[in-house]
């Protein structure tokens, strides 16, 4: 009777207190220290899967936008530029967003003249644990651009459709519009590669009697430059990666490595013929004590 009664007084105790204190109370430490082991073992793998669930960007550079077309392709689109370089957008960050235009009249006299005008603009995206991975940020910005295009102001026969070996994705809005009293022809490219948009716009008209380019021209020329532009988003960033190699050990370096290990060689062998000596020394003595 009087080695139950601790154990009775205890099984009374937890009786008495509130149920959410029994189960906190009464319950044994190994029950406590599975439930926090499984707790942490629980919310390790979520907030591994979390950042796992965000792929890195695949383009950390983007491209001089001025040089990201060729200049035998601006002559071509553009035979009369002002400026055959092309003039390039201002921008606050040069390594998420650039741009670059050419315009210019070929005139031709009486009989007329051709007008054209070529945009090229980049927009790269970083990934972020919070906003998503690179490319599905590029991807939302596509949308974006592709509304923007097809929201031109006073556009007619506006027609959109997919297009395909250029970049991951691409996109061309052509259509018709009346402008400074003529009949501008216009063609928009919108392509996404990795996390890089890139934006072309193409479009002519004849002025002064002369022909209206046609659809088709404008837009052959709009798809060849995009094909270019994605292009170079890839360029500059395998030209970033290969300046940005480590430089191998310089012969110099390495003769002195090499003298380095000669000399440590020599002095750690000089080291033991020295410690031979001394045992020996010591091993006779020894023996003449012993004598």
């Known amino acids: 009777m009087h080695r139950s009664a601790p154990r009775l007084t205890r099984i009374l105790a937890c009786a008495a207190v509130p149920v959410m204190l029994v189960v906190a109370g009464c319950s044994s430490d190994s029950d406590s220290k599975k439930d926090e082991g499984s707790s942490s073992s629980s919310a ?11 792929a890195p960007a695949k383009f950390a550079e983007l ?6 077309i060729t200049a035998k392709t601006v002559k071509s689109l553009v035979p009369s530029a002002r400026d055959k370089n092309g003039t390039e957008g201002k921008s606050s960050d040069t390594a998420a967003r650039g741009s670059c235009s050419w315009n210019g009249l070929d005139d031709n006299g009486v009989k007329g003249s051709q007008y054209r005008w070529l945009d090229v603009g980049f927009t790269r995206f970083a990934s972020d644990q919070a906003l998503g991975s690179g490319a599905d940020r590029a991807g939302d910005d596509m949308a974006k651009q592709l509304a923007k295009a097809k929201a031109a102001e006073g556009a007619k026969k506006l027609v959109t459709a997919p297009v395909g070996s250029i970049g991951d994705e691409a996109t061309k809005v052509t259509y018709d519009l009346d402008k400074t009293g003529e009949d501008f022809k216009y063609a928009t490219v919108i392509a996404r590669t990795g996390n890089v948009v890139v934006t072309l716009t193409y479009n002519g008209a004849g002025y002064a009697g002369a022909k209206t380019p046609s659809a088709d021209d404008i837009l052959k020329g709009a798809e060849k430059a995009a094909k270019e532009a994605v292009a170079a988003v890839a360029t500059a960033n395998e030209s970033a990666k290969a300046s940005g190699s480590p430089e191998s050990p310089k ?4 003769a002195s490595d090499e003298e380095t290990g000669k000399t440590t060689d020599k002095a750690t062998k000089a080291s033991g013929k020295s410690t031979a000596k001394a045992k020996a020394k010591t091993t006779k003595s020894t023996a003449k004590s012993a004598g």
């Open 44 to 54: 390790a793998p979520d907030a591994t899967q979390s950042k796992a669930s965000v």
């Open 63 to 68: 491209p001089d936008p001025c040089k990201s």
């Open 251 to 254: 012969a110099s370096d390495k």
